[in-house]
């Protein structure tokens, strides 16, 4: 009978001068991402980037504040601008040199960053 | 080189339930860059997670899928009993293989009956989609619905099955398995249909890695990667072995599938005999604090389910991740250097869900 590899959760905190790096050694280790996800704190947003190999996971995390940019990570992985542009539509986390962005329209939302109302651009339209 | 032009496709077109966009960069009749848009219904399902408690949360999470309803179900269920450290009785992890193997079942026989209709195959359309009746009807005599079950619950299963209504499933299966080898031939060996899907469209092994695809997807290009292989459930019990093709192409993500329903109805049956008495739910007492990440193999593939909890009975957080969200990127690699008529067809073959992926 196998382990219960389901159990393995593996969370490692990274800050975000790290990430890019530490998503470049994980790829080169044969690691795939399997998600990326935006949860809103009281303060800033925590985001989650998930990887599995040989079925086991691992899941970088890391807090952003408010209006704080990101570098893309899909020039290393690409398949991440469908995750990146996601977290943009609905929290508005920005993503420096992303492969594919698009530019707020991936999700057509009723309103701006609807899962953060804290977001500076949101704000911003909402008072004209 | 010659001359470029972009044709729209979808996100209403006749190959597609559900919508989704591609801007088709065409150099005379060969694709040469495909780029997807979603979020036409975008519906939000994971921030209801606000209103309703972590135990009615299941219900919501069910409705992110129509087909696989069930795994989504046991999935969120599986993220919250891993963050509350719940142990499920054997017997309720039996029944909820069975269901989700009978989900797989009914998932492969309404896609191949797609992929029937893409290609211009009617009659094999109706056929594959009549017997597929068989298994709704297996699902409604077990769990009260056809579609949406509500028999998962965090802490186990709702409803009990009697051995022998689980022994007439197994009967009612092998009748039609016959059936279904008749049908299933006709996409491995018709020269016609053949011609529609060998050498079309082919993902290699090490594409398929690179740009994340997962289940049948990336089984069909040689990827050993299965969430069944993770311990959950009871398929370690049931000796469960994935199933592997190496073609990379549309032909052989159709072979997975087929090979797929005869080895959900072999783990049925062999789950149906093993099945211990038992009880088919524990008490979860108290409210989840802290994070877990579940996965589920879906029809369509990997699916992850986040919970993450702070001690109310209102979850701080529910992420779903599925199968299609992670395939997008893989087709639009597929596409690349294929036929513009191969299009419909090659954009079938990854079983787009674009209800499930816009949540």
Same mark, same amino acid.
């Given at each position: 009978?196998?382990?219960?590899?389901?159990?393995?959760?593996?969370?490692?905190?990274?800050?975000?001068?790290?990430?890019?790096?530490?998503?470049?050694?994980?790829?080169?280790?044969?690691?795939?991402?399997?998600?990326?996800?935006?949860?809103?704190?009281?303060?800033?947003?925590?985001?989650?980037?998930?990887?599995?190999?040989?079925?086991?996971?691992?899941?970088?995390?890391?807090?952003?504040?408010?209006?704080?940019?990101?570098?893309?990570?899909?020039?290393?992985?690409? /398949?991440?601008?469908?995750?990146?542009?996601?977290? /943009?539509?609905?929290?508005?986390?920005?993503?420096?040199?992303?492969?594919?962005?698009?530019?707020?329209?991936?999700?057509?939302?009723?309103?701006?960053?609807?899962?953060?109302?804290?977001?500076?651009?949101?704000?911003?339209?909402?008072?004209? | 080189?010659?001359?470029? +032009?972009?044709?729209?496709?979808?996100?209403?077109?006749?190959?597609?339930?559900?919508?989704?966009?591609?801007?088709?960069?065409?150099?005379?009749?060969?694709?040469?860059?495909?780029?997807?848009?979603?979020?036409?219904?975008?519906?939000?399902?994971?921030?209801?997670?606000?209103?309703?408690?972590?135990?009615?949360?299941?219900?919501?999470?069910?409705?992110?899928?129509?087909?696989?309803?069930?795994?989504?179900?046991?999935?969120?269920?599986?993220?919250?009993?891993?963050?509350?450290?719940?142990?499920?009785?054997?017997?309720?992890?039996?029944?909820?293989?069975?269901?989700?193997?009978?989900?797989?079942?009914?998932?492969?026989?309404?896609?191949?009956?797609?992929?029937?209709?893409? !290609?211009?195959? *009617?009659?094999?359309?109706?056929?594959?989609?009549?017997?597929?009746?068989?298994?709704?009807?297996?699902?409604?005599?077990?769990? =009260?619905?056809?579609?949406? !079950?509500?028999?998962?619950?965090?802490? &186990?299963?709702?409803?009990?099955?009697?051995?022998?209504?689980?022994?007439?499933?197994?009967?009612?299966?092998?009748?039609?398995?016959?059936?279904?080898?008749?049908?299933?031939?006709?996409?491995? +060996?018709?020269?016609?249909?053949?011609?529609?899907? #060998?050498?079309?469209?082919?993902?290699?092994?090490?594409?398929? @890695?690179? $740009?994340?695809?997962? &289940?049948?997807?990336?089984?069909?290009?040689?990827? #050993?990667?299965? @969430?069944?292989?993770?311990?959950?459930?009871?398929?370690?019990?049931?000796?469960?072995?994935?199933?592997?093709?190496?073609?990379?192409?549309?032909?052989?993500? +159709?072979?997975?599938?087929?090979?797929?329903?005869?080895?959900?109805?072999?783990?049925?049956? +062999?789950?149906?005999?093993?099945?211990?008495?038992?009880?088919?739910?524990?008490?979860?007492?108290?409210?989840?604090? =802290? *994070? $877990?990440?579940?996965?589920?193999?879906?029809?369509?593939?990997?699916?992850?389910?986040?919970?993450?909890?702070? =001690?109310?009975?209102?979850?701080?957080? @529910?992420?779903?991740?599925?199968?299609?969200?992670?395939?997008?990127?893989? #087709?639009?690699?597929? #596409?690349?250097?294929?036929?513009?008529?191969?299009?419909?067809?090659?954009?079938?073959?990854?079983?787009?869900?674009?209800?499930?992926?816009?949540?």
């Amino acid at each position: 009978m196998s382990e219960k590899k389901y159990l393995i959760q593996n969370f490692v905190p990274v800050t975000a001068s790290e990430l890019l790096g530490k998503v470049q050694d994980l790829k080169a280790d044969g690691y795939r991402l399997g998600q990326a996800c935006c949860t809103k704190l009281q303060e800033g947003l925590e985001i989650m980037y998930s990887f599995d190999k040989d079925h086991e996971l691992l899941n970088l995390k890391l807090t952003v504040g408010e209006g704080q940019e990101l570098e893309s990570i899909s020039n290393t992985i690409w /398949h991440a601008f469908i995750y990146e542009n996601e977290m /943009h539509d609905l929290f508005g986390v920005k993503f420096n040199n992303s492969v594919l962005d698009y530019g707020g329209h991936f999700f057509k939302v009723a309103e701006p960053t609807p899962w953060n109302p804290n977001n500076e651009e949101r704000k911003a339209e909402q008072n004209g | 080189m010659g001359k470029r +032009t972009i044709i729209p496709f979808g996100p209403q077109h006749p190959v597609l339930p559900e919508p989704i966009h591609l801007d088709l960069v065409i150099e005379d009749e060969t694709v040469v860059e495909a780029i997807p848009s979603i979020g036409f219904i975008h519906r939000g399902l994971e921030k209801l997670v606000e209103k309703k408690e972590y135990a009615e949360m299941v219900y919501v999470i069910e409705r992110v899928c129509g087909i696989c309803s069930f795994g989504h179900g046991w999935g969120y269920c599986a993220a919250v009993e891993g963050l509350m450290k719940v142990e499920v009785p054997t017997r309720a992890n039996y029944l909820r293989t069975i269901w989700h193997e009978l989900s797989r079942v009914h998932s492969h026989l309404l896609w191949l009956g797609l992929m029937a209709d893409a !290609f211009g195959f *009617e009659s094999l359309f109706m056929h594959c989609w009549r017997l597929r009746e068989t298994i709704l009807d297996m699902f409604e005599k077990t769990t =009260g619905g056809r579609v949406i !079950f509500s028999v998962c619950k965090v802490g &186990g299963v709702r409803k009990d099955v009697d051995n022998e209504t689980l022994g007439g499933i197994v009967d009612g299966l092998n009748k039609i398995k016959a059936e279904i080898k008749g049908l299933t031939d006709v996409f491995i +060996t018709d020269k016609s249909v053949k011609n529609r899907t #060998l050498g079309v469209g082919v993902l290699s092994k090490e594409k398929a @890695m690179e $740009f994340g695809a997962v &289940g049948p997807v990336a089984r069909a290009s040689g990827v #050993l990667q299965d @969430m069944r292989l993770t311990g959950k459930g009871v398929y370690d019990e049931l000796g469960f072995e994935p199933v592997i093709e190496e073609g990379g192409d549309c032909y052989a993500r +159709t072979a997975v599938r087929i090979r797929e329903v005869f080895q959900s109805i072999e783990l049925i049956e +062999t789950a149906a005999k093993g099945i211990p008495d038992g009880d088919i739910a524990i008490a979860v007492k108290g409210n989840p604090d =802290g *994070e $877990f990440v579940a996965r589920m193999e879906q029809p369509r593939g990997e699916a992850f389910y986040y919970a993450k909890g702070s =001690g109310s009975k209102f979850l701080d957080r @529910m992420r779903v991740r599925t199968p299609t969200n992670q395939n997008i990127p893989a #087709l639009v690699q597929m #596409l690349q250097g294929a036929d513009l008529a191969d299009v419909p067809v090659l954009v079938l073959t990854i079983d787009p869900c674009i209800s499930c992926t816009e949540r």
